[in-house]
């Protein structure tokens, strides 16, 4: 029956395996084992018979039967029936099994819904969204040359020059679960979180899912019984769930120029952590410090980084961890000595204003960086309180939380990337509206403002985790950044700390321009009697003039604003107490074309995620790696240099026209 739906559904089984045979029974840690109506289940002998006139090349085939007798209540009814489950566009997966009528997990979602009658009651259009979305994405894949710009590259001569070492970003990597408690074992090995056994486990097992994902409140680190890990290799973030690609496509081209496990590397990192946990619990930093010195070894030649998004951040820390002589003991030399370059894509080095709602009440336009087939699933079966809860149990993704303050995102009265004929500024962060049933703030919210409502309204053991491991301020004097160098919750920040001492160092900042992009925000007071935790709410009833559904929007790659790609790249990096070693940065602004019919945007896509299988950005990644980055011009289509001389974050006296002094001297 599952299978007739699946074919129904998508139009073949392809999508979704069949649920794994019985294995034998392993011992229990003390608990015990029941079914959901707390039956025993026992398992007798089998029994084989043989087929005349079927099989290959015998003539015979042998046929196994294990008879599985479940001892039940006696009321129980024998009825064989299965539990459809979305999957797809909306992040909802299928998952058939049988059972009895009394073995079913409870969704209230579903009430009494028999299976006959549950492709009836979906909404309009979905089940023929999916099937278009999936097999527009099968068409896309079979129409596309994957390794049309690596094989055209190297065709002009491009080879393997330096290794490879890929940072991705928040949420790119699979992780997985190693614990052997009762509750990790049905889960041993599968991912929790970037396949299809999360969906799953997800929509299956809720409660379950969530004490795997959420880190232990006090410590930051794994909870009693739990152990979930970062996937490694290059599966590990090669595709998010089966036909989502994410670094899949960088991978093609690079092997197109002779890469392979040898002279690449994925970093992949448990992004729940906090950064100065990645180091305490799975030894990251020193592990990437490794690989870099054996790389550089084995290969005589500088290593190329290569991030993406939150990876950004974990690299611009890892230069402070590595140098530091209380991390890895490198000293000021170790980037210049090992480090030829670094490509930036899509770099939030400023942070993501959406990380402050989804903190703050467990919303934003979209969720994460998924796009919407999986929002679908978390606005079904995770209330806006329980997404709120799980955010801030991932102290990781606090690190997005926007820095700079004021100074770079504007105050009550105005913002640097501001509009001319503009009604509302960006600066007004969080407003409110008036009315005669609502008790709101009487003013509205900066973001200096929000990140203290924030601090203010979450749990302790919240505030600690943040503010013990990150800092969102700005450093306006030399003093101030050598200062920081020794505090490690000051090492994400690129506006309180500096690059690193190496002169020969390359930056390449690659990000994407023209897609709207969520920048300020209206807020309300939860419905009258609704049972919530949270204070506040997005105002979504509200669409007038420039506000969406309480949502205002700016510039930027549709999940990053372009304050955060573009301000370090284009002005602060230019700055010498930000940059006092002058390392270049050349900056390639792509704008957003995406083609009409591709559900991925097609090859001049700037989306946050899908850029990465843009096409000139592989040409320019495949350049830099080949050694000949020089090559690529700088192209800034955006007004981003001129929102930088607006912010309140000003050079010294006397470091004006320093780099191209220095430049000259060298």
């Given amino acids: 029956m599952s299978s007739a739906l699946r074919r129904r559904v998508f139009g073949s089984d392809t ?107 979906l909404p309009p259009g979905l089940v023929k969204d999916m099937r278009d979305l999936v097999n527009g994405e099968k068409d896309f894949l079979e129409s596309y040359d994957a390794f049309s710009v690596g094989l055209k590259a190297h065709a002009e001569g491009l ?85 989502y690609w994410i670094w899949n496509k960088i991978l093609e ?29 799975d030894h990251y930093f020193t592990r990437l410090k490794s690989y870099i010195e054996t790389a550089v070894h084995l290969d005589g030649k500088k290593v190329v980084l290569t991030s993406h998004s939150m990876g950004s ?27 030829d370059s670094w490509i930036n894509v899509s770099g939030c080095m400023l942070g993501a204003v959406k990380d402050v709602t989804a903190i703050l009440s467990g919303e934003m336009r979209d969720t994460a960086q998924l796009n919407a087939f999986a929002v679908y ?100 004097t030399t003093a101030e950044v050598d200062a920081n160098e020794h505090d490690p919750r000051k090492w994400i920040n690129p506006l309180e700390t500096r690059l690193p001492l190496a002169p020969s160092l390359k930056i390449y900042c690659f990000y994407g321009v023209g897609k709207p992009t969520e920048r300020a925000y209206y807020y309300r007071p939860p419905d009258p009697g609704a049972v919530t935790t949270l204070n506040m709410t997005i105002d979504t009833a509200l669409t007038q003039g420039e506000v969406d559904h309480g949502v205002l929007m700016g510039e930027g790659d549709g999940t990053v604003s372009l304050m955060s790609t573009g301000y370090m790249c284009n002005k602060g990096w230019k700055i010498k107490r930000y940059n006092p070693a002058g390392a270049k940065v050349t900056v390639v602004e792509m704008p957003h074309e995406p083609e009409r019919f591709n559900p991925r945007g097609g090859p001049n896509t700037a989306d946050h995620v899908d850029i990465l299988g843009r096409q000139n950005l592989n040409e320019f990644i495949l350049k830099v790696a080949a050694g000949r980055g020089a090559e690529i011009k700088e192209e800034v289509v955006s007004s981003i240099r001129e929102y930088a001389e607006r912010t309140g974050v000003k050079e010294e006296e006397g470091e004006d026209g320093w780099l191209e002094t220095l430049r000259r001297k060298i």
Avoid: C
């Fill in 313 to 339: 951040q974990v690299v611009f820390y890892f230069f402070h961890w590595v140098a530091s002589p209380t991390g890895g003991r490198g000293g000021d030399a170790w980037v210049e000595n090992h480090i």
């Fill in 377 to 476: 699933g978390l606005e079904k079966f995770l209330s806006k309180e329980e997404r709120a809860e799980i955010f801030r149990a991932m102290p990781g993704m606090s690190s997005m939380l926007p820095i700079g303050g004021n100074a770079i995102w504007g105050d009550l009265t105005s913002a640097p990337d501001d509009q001319p004929g503009q009604e509302l500024t960006f600066g007004s962060f969080l407003n409110f509206r008036l009315d005669q049933n609502w008790t709101t703030p009487t003013v509205n919210y900066t973001l200096n403002d929000a990140m203290s409502y924030l601090f203010n309204t979450t749990e302790d053991w919240y505030q600690d985790q943040v503010k013990g491991s990150y800092s969102q301020g700005v450093a306006h």
């Fill in 159 to 243: 080879t393997a020059h330096h290794p490879m070492v890929m940072i991705p970003g928040v949420i790119s990597t699979g992780l997985e679960s190693w614990g052997t408690s009762n509750i990790s074992r049905p889960y041993f090995r599968k991912r929790l979180w970037g396949s299809w056994s999360m969906m799953r486990a997800l929509v299956m097992d809720k409660d379950t899912w969530k004490k795997h994902v959420m880190l232990d409140r006090q410590t930051g680190l794994d909870p009693p019984g739990i152990k979930l890990r970062a996937a490694q290799g290059f599966d590990a973030t090669d595709f998010f769930i089966t036909g």
């Fill in 15 to 121: 999508l979704f395996d069949s649920p794994a045979g019985s294995e034998p029974p392993t011992p229990r840690d003390g608990s015990p084992e029941r079914d959901s109506k707390g039956a025993a289940t026992t398992t007798t002998s089998t029994s084989t018979s043989t087929k005349p006139g079927s099989g290959s090349g015998s003539g015979a085939a042998s046929t196994t039967k294990t008879k599985v007798i479940h001892h039940r209540p006696k009321k129980a009814k024998r009825k064989n029936t299965a539990i459809f489950l979305l999957g797809g566009l909306f992040g909802i997966i299928v998952a058939g099994f049988f059972a009895t009528s009394k073995d079913f997990i409870g969704f209230p979602e579903f009430g009494e819904l028999s299976m006959d009658s549950l492709l009836n009651v």
């Fill in 253 to 281: 081209n690079l092997a197109s120029l002779g890469y392979d496990p040898t002279n690449s590397f994925t970093a992949a990192y448990d992004w729940r952590l906090a950064y100065p946990n990645l180091e305490i619990r």
